[in-house]
């Protein structure tokens, strides 16, 4: 391996084992992984991508409608778009107390109480991973115990029912590693057309959702669902335990309510006692005013949590699972590089460099900045302010950059 600086990523990288690739119930059991939610219209093609920069390991799609994507092309195109390189490829260390020998992921594709063999049910669905060109940020393990993994891409649904959601599932599973039921979306419209949170109180009607989708695609295809915590514990004691009969994959929680509004500080406690629920037949996810890495470690410690799940917080700074407390240039740089080759539309483009650059910019330049039109404009703006969007970045799936190293960058303000 060579050491030269001058050196190509072939030469830097040349030993490098190829990454496991695990779905993601077993990379939340065996590792501790950072996750993007699936944020409203803002969790697109390119940011993942740029999160996927900054160690966070399982990304999620934007909320998308099942019954409109299963019966129209439109939707399809307009809801979600991947690529092979927008999956990470991390060094990770298996939890304390777990194995350091390399997992394996099961492969059944029937219900394990039906009669029928594995070569009656048909051939495997689950997704491969196509070739990539992803590098993990070092080119030699950190540890010892360090194994290269994967990142993974989980498409989140909202259906009010089980056979529009089988049919997205079947539609998309080529493309991702898993499906997310939603079970949490706050807002109104959602909850009068018998989705998110309308969900909380019908846990018959969400087992019935998983296991259509089981059915449809494999007993063991990943299956998770989102929840809120419900005012009344016992409703999420009920709801949790008979997600479980249905075999749902992993189980994200919420820590607020239905009618909590987001400035209401989030419930460690209520994440807790659903956790407590799953009595460690599911691994867990919490997600709720995560804002800088030690509100990462708090949750877990408090929660017992496996993985946890940042939304507004990798808004304001992508960066932040990979220690940085404000969006480093690199990162402006690199959304940016990102959103000109995938494609971003202005205003999704607008919004994300709005929210990155909040803590860099006086209140005059926020306005400035806020009242922009074009991508042009934008662009020439915050190169003007001296982030080099132009210099050689040798290729946009470089993540070297983002293993906390010392952001050299200063502000022109």
């Not at 697109?44 to 991508?49: C, G, T």
């Not at 804002?291 to 949750?299: K, S, Y």
């Not at 304001?316 to 590089?337: D, E, M, R, W």
Request: with cysteine.
């Amino acid at each position: 391996m060579s050491s030269d600086p001058d050196a190509s990523d072939a030469q830097l990288f040349a030993d490098l084992p190829e990454p496991l690739v695990l779905s993601p119930s077993e990379l939340i059991k065996t590792y501790h992984p950072n996750v993007l939610a699936p944020l409203v219209r803002c969790s697109k093609l390119p940011f993942r991508h740029l999160t996927s920069l900054y160690e966070t390991h399982i990304t999620h799609t934007p909320m998308i409608l099942a019954e409109e994507f299963s019966r129209a092309q439109v939707a399809r195109i307009s809801d979600f778009s991947t690529s092979t390189e927008e999956r990470g490829v991390f060094w990770m260390e298996p939890k304390v107390g777990r194995s350091t020998a390399i997992p394996t992921a099961t492969n059944h594709t029937s219900h394990p109480e039906g009669d029928r063999t594995q070569a009656q049910a048909g051939p495997s669905r689950y997704y491969q991973s196509p070739s990539h060109t992803r590098l993990p940020p070092t080119p030699t393990a950190p540890t010892k115990h360090s194994q290269l993994i994967r990142g993974c891409l989980i498409a989140q649904f909202a259906s009010p029912n089980p056979t529009s959601l089988a049919d997205a599932a079947e539609l998309i599973s080529p493309y991702v590693d898993g499906l997310d039921l939603n079970c949490g979306c706050p807002q109104r419209w959602a909850y009068n057309e018998g989705i998110g949170c309308a969900l909380l109180r019908k846990p018959e009607l969400v087992r019935d959702m998983v296991r259509c989708v089981k059915d449809r695609m494999g007993w063991d295809w990943p299956v998770s669902i989102k929840i809120r915590v419900d005012p009344d514990l016992k409703l999420t004691d009920q709801l949790v335990r008979t997600a479980l009969q249905a075999n749902i994959s992993h189980l994200t929680i919420h820590g607020r309510t239905r009618h909590q509004p987001s400035t209401d500080p989030v419930s460690l406690e209520g994440i807790k006692f659903a956790v407590e629920c799953a009595k460690g037949e599911v691994p867990c996810v919490a997600n709720g005013d995560l804002w800088e890495l030690e509100d990462a470690r708090r949750m877990r410690e408090v929660t017992g949590v496996e993985g946890v799940m940042a939304a507004r917080g990798l808004l304001a700074n992508p960066a932040l699972f990979a220690g940085y407390k404000v969006t480093p240039s690199h990162c402006i740089s690199q959304f940016i590089n990102l959103s000109l080759d995938y494609g971003l539309i202005f205003p999704l483009f607008h919004r994300h460099l709005a929210y990155m650059l909040e803590s860099h910019l006086v209140r005059s330049e926020k306005v400035w900045f806020n009242s922009m039109t074009s991508t042009v404009g934008a662009v020439d703006w915050i190169a003007s302010r001296g982030v080099d969007i132009k210099k050689e970045r040798r290729t946009i799936w470089d993540a070297r950059r983002g293993r906390n190293v010392v952001d050299q960058y200063q502000w022109k303000i």
